[in-house]
């Protein structure tokens, strides 16, 4: 294959074709209007591979039996956004009424950070963990999270932050979560006790679900906006069957349940209990 040093622009039955193969495979409804965004996150994969044309790109990724370059396509057009205490009001929720009833409980407690990125969000939920701990005493307590994306896990595995991604964050908060990490000036690592009870694992919302038991927390934000109503819907029953009974589910604040069937009832902005 001869290596092309530019890439023919995205014509509109590519986008298509791109854009059903993404919905397939993980939900993600990307509108009309999001070509821009299919041809810059794209084109730098196509150069590589030396692929002049998004439809030979497509072509590639259909050849390409270990489905390798499928995993690498998704991950490239996934929105991956994040953040520390993203959204903390939900936080002030789990630390104040959600954990303490379950930490007087027998129960171990599970919770599940589904759509996690880099990790920002179940290292969070294992701060505040730590705080409850402290009052309570500690509890056998494991947070599962789970994404698409091999990428972000990897970065989630490996718990390092640039300065940049602890921005926000007061300075207690910072010495309580992070220790600085060899690997050069500015970075921070998540420290390990906070690091132990999170395991992450690659699950796509839209195949079966390995898991056996069911959870007392369910986060599942900022994932459902990139998926059409009907693929919302479905997934929000599946959450509902996850969780056990009085068990909660967070979700982003610019999504809803309204309108759906499901058996929630509503506790907070985004929050819901079953
Ligand atoms: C914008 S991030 C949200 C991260 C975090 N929950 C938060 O609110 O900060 C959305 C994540 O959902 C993941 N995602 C998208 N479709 C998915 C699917 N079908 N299965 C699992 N994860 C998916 C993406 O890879 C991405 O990391």
Redesign the pocket.
Known sequence: MSVASTVAGLRPQEFRAIRDRLYG????DLQPGKEGLVQTRLAKRLRELGVPTFAGYLEYVEQDASGHELSHM??LL??????FF??SHHFDLLRERVLPPLFTGADPIRIW??????G??PYTISAIIDDVEQAAGKRDVKILA????SR?LTRARDAVYDEAMLEGLDRPTRQRMFEPFDGGPGRWRVRASLRARVSFAR?????EWPMKGRFQVI?????M???DRPTQERLIQRFHGMLCDGGHLFI?HSESLTGMCHGFSYVAPAAYVK
């Open positions: 495979i993980s939900g993600i998704v991950d996934t929105t991956n956004k994040t953040s993203r959204e950070s589904a759509g996690c990125s880099s920002e969000e789970t994404d698409l994306s972000v699950l796509n919302l839209m195949k986060f599942c934000r900022n994932v906006i990139y998926f982003g």
